[in-house]
């Protein structure tokens, strides 16, 4: 299994507490929660060894949730000569139950399981982790098993009741477990649980802080560039965007950023692009028109896969012309988050959609990547861009596809269909940033359907396209659901549209979750 492949190492100055993912989808919010105690996290397989550990010397380790019992065949381990390490452990749920049950202590069905909101009470002075919260709180849990004797030498520092120990510690052994999520927000203590853990248990030093980051990368960039140069394709999102400013801040105008205008862009993208990266920024940039290109390329072309096929390929034949204009850049900077690294490990089922990423040019393009995000978690990414200067339009930017509005035109996309999306799709997202629905919603855009409906503006008859409102609240695109917005604001988008937009007739608002929708409709 290589599911985490490591992010580089962000250096001998930050401490780092290693969380082992045993398999929850709780393992990066654990890490997410460490670094917001400003101590650097990363995650490792349950496969990993206690010498690979040793040899990334953390100061403290995590083991997370996990779906399985300890007492079913295959339920992940860990090498038992972790606990040997002498390095503090804190278990989390499964984790809990892993340290007891392969340290002597005793795991067992106690009762009914626990799901949700439960109340705590702490047992004694409630030890490191819980000493400075409340006698009685609530956590939440999420488990069938409980650990119903610790192992020697552990002390149980908190009950529930279901879970006789449903917290304990061994501060000569290092070893801590708590049978609650202290990392899910509906757990009120539980980000000071976990900061007890990494800065008190394990005494990480709080260091992991945006000007460190920044420092850090700079750094890094300029080691590994040396004196060449670098280009960098911007897609107008924010990856690209923070990524580019990091590197212009290590380099200046050895970095050249490349910005292909296919057309498919949201209503004034291109010029704020080129307003923010080069006006702004005083960046060196190029842009590409090649609005006509790509239009002729998607001549004709209705079905999906073939669209986005159509695109991808063009794409990169346009950034490699553009790269001629770019003399002696050896570097290629690509906007790689942690969490597309931990992911791109996993294997995937079947392909749903194709995804083509701006900027994710394929490997034979001759370049050495320099990819100073691939450490950093989204919201970590936005708190950079802010701290590098970037605006807030490109900071709180949606998620928006490679293939751009092609994907939301179904059937032939032209660009008169371009143009009157483009119009559509900046009232949809004009209305909803008045209503102060902006950050709440993951994902708001219009789609132009290639059917034609009647109606009746003022006597007359009509016959024009549909547009469809699509608005989802998600936390990782990977599930969504159709967010409620109030009718007012709905009704103030159906009607600007029908009175704005010439050709359009009908407005309808996308009730479908995902799954068995996707966010997009292509
Ligand atoms: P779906 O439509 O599959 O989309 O539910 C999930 C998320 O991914 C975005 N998306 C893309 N992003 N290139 C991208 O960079 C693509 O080809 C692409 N297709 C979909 C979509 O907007 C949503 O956030």
Not at 24 to 32: D, F, G, K, N, S
Request: negative net charge; glycine residues 10%.
């Amino acid at each position: 299994m290589n599911a985490h492949p490591a992010p580089p190492p962000p250096g001998d100055e930050h401490d780092t507490v290693l969380v082992v993912d045993f398999g929850a989808q709780y393992a990066q919010l654990i890490a997410r929660r460490i670094r917001e105690a400003h101590v650097y996290s990363e995650i490792v397989p349950p496969t990993v060894t206690a010498a690979e550990i040793a040899a990334r010397r953390p100061v403290g380790i995590v083991f997370s949730g996990g779906p399985k019992s300890v007492h079913v065949e295959g339920a992940p381990r860990i090498d038992p000569g972790v606990y040997e390490l002498g390095i503090p452990i804190l278990g989390i749920c499964y984790g809990a139950q892993l340290i007891a049950h392969q340290t002597g202590g005793r795991v067992d069905r106690s009762g009914r399981g626990e799901y949700g909101r439960t109340t705590l009470v702490v047992d004694g002075d409630g030890g490191t982790l819980l000493h400075d919260t409340p006698a009685e709180q609530p956590v939440w849990m999420s488990h069938f098993d409980a650990i119903v004797e610790p192992g020697p030498g552990q002390r149980p520092t908190a009950h529930t009741a279901d879970a006789p120990v449903a917290a304990f510690e061994d501060v000569d052994r290092g070893l801590y477990g708590v049978q609650f999520h202290p990392e899910v927000v509906h757990t009120p203590h539980g980000q000071q649980v976990l900061e007890r853990f990494v800065l008190d248990a394990c005494g990480a030093r709080p260091t992991w802080t945006m000007a460190s980051i920044i420092d850090t990368s700079v750094d890094a960039i300029r080691r590994r560039v040396g004196d060449g140069r670098a280009i960098c394709g911007l897609s107008g999102g924010v990856d690209s965007a923070v990524a580019a400013a990091l590197v212009h801040r290590a380099l200046g105008d050895r970095l050249t950023c490349v910005f292909v205008d296919t057309g498919l862009l949201r209503l004034h993208e291109g010029d704020q692009v080129v307003e923010t990266f080069h006006r702004h920024l005083g960046m060196e940039l190029v842009t590409v028109d090649a609005a006509e290109r790509f239009f002729a390329a998607l001549e004709g072309v209705t079905e999906p896969e073939a669209k986005r096929k159509a695109i991808g390929e063009l794409f990169i034949r346009v950034f490699e012309d553009a790269r001629e204009q770019v003399e002696g850049a050896r570097f290629l900077v690509q906007g790689t988050l942690y969490p597309d690294v931990i992911e791109s490990g996993t294997a995937h089922a079947a392909t749903i959609k194709s995804h083509h990423n701006v900027g994710g040019l394929p490997d034979d393009m001759d370049f050495e990547l320099v990819e100073p995000l691939r450490s950093l978690f989204k919201d970590e990414v936005r708190t950079l861009g802010t701290e590098l200067g970037l605006p807030d339009e490109i900071v709180w930017r949606q998620p928006f596809p490679g293939p751009g509005l092609a994907v939301r035109i179904i059937g032939e996309v032209t660009p008169d269909k371009v143009a009157t999306l483009q119009r559509a799709d900046a009232i949809v997202r004009e209305e909803l940033r008045v209503a102060g629905l902006e950050r709440v919603i993951w994902q708001s855009f219009a789609v132009l359907a290639d059917i034609r409906t009647v109606g009746v503006m003022g006597d007359e008859r009509t016959y024009g396209w549909p547009v469809i409102v699509r608005a989802v609240t998600s936390e990782d695109a990977m599930t969504a659901d159709w967010a409620r917005i109030p009718h007012e604001v709905l009704e103030a988008i159906s009607s600007r549209i029908i009175n704005e937009v010439a050709g359009v007739n009908r407005v309808a608002y996308d009730i479908t979750s995902k799954p068995p929708g996707t966010i997009e409709w292509e």
